[in-house]
């Protein structure tokens, strides 16, 4: 199993990554302007290999590093060095992956980062501040785009170096072997028969949409965050501790390695493998395409002028205020214009304007929407529901 499972392999995927990253960078241009643009090239024949490679070598790195932290931990005689070492490259392949995926700039993209900033924004007390320091504001810009392509470009790179320079000085031998060329080479044939998932280029709108499916990889937590909001209202707690309770766990097993053995970290990994597991087979909906477009279904259509007149003023400013004494205010912020964890609803009159939309969805987010992460109130009245749907589909 040592020969299968290596960081040696794992370097190796990740130092073509760095490389055809590279090569990638010099066509790719990070402003909102350019960035959909310059990756549609990279799209054409020849540069599509080289970035269906860089795609995919990235996901690889994912499985592979999460398999062999796996394996570390499960030793009976744990090796220290090689663990944390395993726990970086977990850590950092996401990273890369999450980083990455705003890069296209397509509508899928930013709606993901808005999602991902939204979920960020509901951490008690700290929320707002995690939301700023992941987009640089309230919603997803250019400061973005900037900041996210610094670590995926400068900062993940940099840590990726000293964790190898770390090791190098602990004297941990590299010993290469064939199941380098084996994986390299797996991963070429995937990248060569299938091109990494392309989507439409984003507009203003999707700054502030949700609409867009999880990636494979963040549906682990999307479907936590579900389940807690379900069981108790507070999706923070499965979207944000429970995983951290996971990487805290690991930590302890390398940490405290001869104290907290294996037969005290399988059973505690156990009860966290079946919370994910019961989240993901009960709570999770459809995934973003692993394949062509991964353009958010559903999208929806701008209501005319014609439309956006013909409401109730009186029922709209009820339905304002009803809707600042719940706990819509909590994500949204006031009158839907200041959100610390959900979208802002200052653009909802030209997207919905239908109350029945409004209605149904309020009472109950996930039947209109499978893979929203908004609780119900169901116990709201009729006519509560009427003047906040009122409200939001007029004009502000």
């Known amino acids: 199993?040592?020969?299968?499972?290596?960081?040696?392999?794992?370097?190796?995927?990740?130092?073509?990554?760095?490389?055809?990253?590279?090569l990638l960078g010099l066509s790719y241009s990070p402003t909102v302007s350019n960035a959909h643009t310059s990756v549609a090239r990279l799209h054409l024949f020849p540069w599509t290999l080289i970035q269906s490679f860089h795609y995919w070598a990235s996901?690889?790195?994912?499985?592979?590093a999460g398999t062999l932290l796996l394996f570390r931990l499960l030793s009976r005689k744990l090796d220290q060095a090689r663990s944390f070492a395993s726990f970086a490259l977990v850590g950092l392949s996401f990273l890369f992956q999450v980083t990455g995926n705003l890069l296209p700039f397509d509508k899928h993209g930013v709606q993901t980062a808005a999602i991902e900033g939204g979920v960020a924004g509901r951490a008690p007390m700290v929320g707002k501040l995690a939301t700023k320091l992941m987009l640089g504001s309230d919603a997803v810009s250019a400061i973005t785009l900037s900041r996210w392509y610094l670590a995926h470009a400068a900062l993940l790179p940099l840590l990726l170096g000293a964790m190898i320079v770390l090791l190098i000085r602990n004297r941990t031998k590299f010993q290469f072997n064939y199941l380098n060329l084996l994986v390299s080479g797996l991963v070429v044939l995937i990248a060569v028969v299938v091109s990494s998932p392309f989507g439409t280029a984003a507009s203003s709108s999707d700054f502030t949409s949700y609409q867009a499916l999880p990636s494979w990889y963040t549906l682990p937590m999307h479907s936590s965050l579900v389940l807690s909001n379900k069981l108790v209202g507070a999706g923070w707690i499965g979207a944000m501790l429970m995983p951290g309770l996971l990487m805290l766990l690991c930590l302890a097993r390398i940490v405290f390695a001869e104290k907290?053995?294996?037969?005290?970290?399988?059973?505690t990994l156990?009860?966290?493998?079946?919370?994910?597991?019961?989240?993901?087979?009960?709570?999770?909906?459809?995934?973003?395409?692993?394949t062509g477009t991964r353009d958010p279904v559903g999208e929806t259509k701008v209501a005319?002028?014609?439309?956006?007149?013909?409401?109730?003023?009186?029922?709209?400013?009820r339905g304002r205020g009803i809707f600042n004494r719940l706990e819509c205010v909590s994500c949204h912020g006031k009158d839907g214009a200041?959100?610390?964890?959900?979208?802002?609803?200052?653009?909802?009159?030209?997207?919905?304007?239908?109350?029945?939309?409004?209605?149904?969805f309020i009472r109950s987010p996930q039947s209109i929407n499978p893979q929203s992460t908004m609780p119900g109130f169901p116990d709201l009245k009729e006519?509560?529901?009427?003047?906040?749907?009122?409200?939001?589909?007029?004009p502000r």
């Open 1 to 22: 199993m040592k020969r299968v499972f290596s960081e040696e392999s794992l370097s190796a995927l990740f130092v073509l990554l760095l490389i055809t990253g590279l």
């Open 59 to 64: 996901s690889a790195c994912i499985l592979f």
């Open 260 to 267: 907290f053995a294996v037969r005290l970290f399988a059973p």
């Open 270 to 290: 156990s009860v966290l493998f079946i919370w994910f597991v019961v989240a993901v087979f009960g709570m999770s909906g459809d995934v973003a395409s692993l």
């Open 304 to 317: 005319t002028d014609a439309t956006l007149s013909q409401y109730d003023k009186a029922l709209a400013s």
């Open 338 to 360: 200041e959100p610390t964890g959900g979208p802002s609803l200052v653009n909802e009159p030209s997207k919905h304007q239908d109350a029945k939309f409004y209605i149904g």
């Open 383 to 394: 006519d509560e529901l009427r003047a906040i749907a009122e409200f939001l589909r007029s």
